[in-house]
């Protein structure tokens, strides 16, 4: 691992669509893009989320694995054109495509009737946990999904680095004559231990290791605290908010969000940062979200189409 | 029929799509919607079109019928959304979708799969016709679907005002003391023949009447000139142009048109205008499309995503 690739910019959310299922003409249905070290995850591809791709310069090759919370057509309808544009593109390598089930069945149905063959394979994952189970990770990631309570199957995704390594104090290393092995674990947190029987414990070793960063996607979803420790303690929450507070009972029949529910949430979570976003087409004016919300959980910011989050790089403590 | 309504904004083409497959940050894929008479007929329906619809103020509740020249996606991926939308906004009246074969399928398999029943019944025509044939009339247009050459099933549509009444001359008519009948007979072009077998000319009774408007939607297709006689005289031509002459072989063999053929085309119709469209995303500067389209034919203009054509009303000779 390089720390010249971990800069300040190398965990950067960016909100694609804002709006509920009623788009408006400053708001696009659902999606964010989520770069971790130019590795583009997709997070939900409401309508219309290719050309925010495009608009906001992410980097069509590089997603390769899209995770869609539900389908209510709001968080998937822009899959057929993306998929297709990929193809047209002349992808061949694989896309990894995470849902609840259903999803398989439509994207072959379109495909095979608009006689638009696909020029790469994609792997279909279908989720059926009922309690937060992690689905996927590669070398730097690991996505875990989380239940929602929603009026059909939902899942939430938790996106959490993978513990880095200890940055080493090279004049300790050098004096303790460290073998290459002895320094790989050095760097993962191990103490090391000579055949002579001698103990080098690690924090002689070691300069200290960068925070390992979360970013928790909670929607679309009711309040729902049952998997709340999987959320404590995140950088950002993005909390779905679809309502004001007056509309508390109406939010409740349909399966979403207040103001003051995702503040609640986001308080008792013990996250950094709170985003509200999926906002209901009838307020115009989104100032009341804030301002409610801050009267509980005071960090929060409205989602914005195009609008972008970045976690810094902390040291652990 | 009430000539206040005869303003020259009655008949207005605007363009909400210019892209070919793939979009790009300023052409969205194809769409256009034409106003005649504040009905909203929307012919093709690619990616984001609702969103477009809202942007140039269409009124959704007001478009009755669609019309779908073929089964690729970047004409008809907007139509989950669009129709989606219509029913959140409590929809009751039938909508009319004309297209070729499958889209039905496609559409219920969506539509049952993401469990959103819809508002308001769909009328589904699929276009089966090897000639052009008239597949639509209301009181003051017809339509017809006319097969293009493409790769797939397509039909380029005519859309054409049926033959205005003629307006009267108030003080022929007092003189001649026509009843009611014959006031409509009159205004219809018919000569008055009484009962005393007299007959008044119609020409001594009318002052003219408004020529009908025909507007033309000539897309996808490579050059096909079999049915150019349907074409002949129109007010307006939308042709494909999707390469540069320079792209004339592979123009052929993906079943597209080069500039000049667009332009050879709309000059042997005699049209009295020509919109080009469907830009490959290779080309990211438009101009050469209007230099080479005007060699051949100077009454060209370049469709732009959010451009207005109208077709102002003239008196028939």
């Known amino acids: 691992m390089n720390d010249k690739h971990l800069l300040a910019s190398d965990f950067k959310l960016t909100i694609l669509g804002s709006s509920s299922a009623l788009p408006t003409s400053e708001r696009n249905p659902t999606a964010q893009v989520l770069n971790i070290r130019e590795r583009f995850f997709l997070i939900d591809c409401g309508e219309g989320t290719q050309i925010q791709l495009r608009k906001y310069r992410a980097r069509l090759g590089k997603i390769n694995q899209i995770f869609i919370s539900h389908l209510h057509g709001d968080h998937f309808y822009g899959l057929f054109g993306l998929l297709s544009t990929f193809s047209l593109l002349g992808r061949k390598h694989p896309l990894q495509i995470f849902s609840p089930p259903g999803l398989k069945k439509i994207l072959l149905q379109v495909f095979t009737s608009t006689q638009d063959g696909l ?153 950094a940062k709170l985003i509200i976003g999926h906002f209901s087409s009838r307020y115009k004016n989104l100032t009341p979200f804030l301002e409610e919300t801050q009267s509980i959980f005071p960090h929060v910011e409205l989602a914005e189409d195009g609008k972008s989050f970045e976690i810094p790089c902390k040291w652990e403590e």
């Open 119 to 271: 020029s790469y394979p994609i792997e279909f994952n279908e989720l059926k946990n009922a309690a937060p189970e992690w689905i996927f990770e590669n070398d730097f990631l690991k996505v875990m999904a989380i239940p929602m309570k929603h009026r059909i199957a939902c899942y939430g995704f938790k996106f959490t680095e993978k513990e880095h390594l200890y940055n080493l104090n090279k004049s300790a290393i050098q004096q303790a004559k460290l073998t290459i092995p002895e320094i790989h674990a050095a760097r993962s947190g191990e103490d090391i231990v000579r055949e002579n029987g001698r103990i080098i414990p690690n924090k002689q070793l070691i300069l200290g290791r960068r925070k390992a960063r979360t970013y928790v996607y909670y929607a679309d979803t009711a309040y729902h605290d049952e998997w709340i420790s999987e959320v404590a303690g995140a950088d950002l929450l993005y909390h779905e908010a679809t309502f004001l507070e007056e509309k508390k009972d109406f939010a409740h029949q349909t399966g979403h969000s207040t103001t003051l529910q995702a503040a609640e949430f986001a308080q008792k979570a013990g996250v």
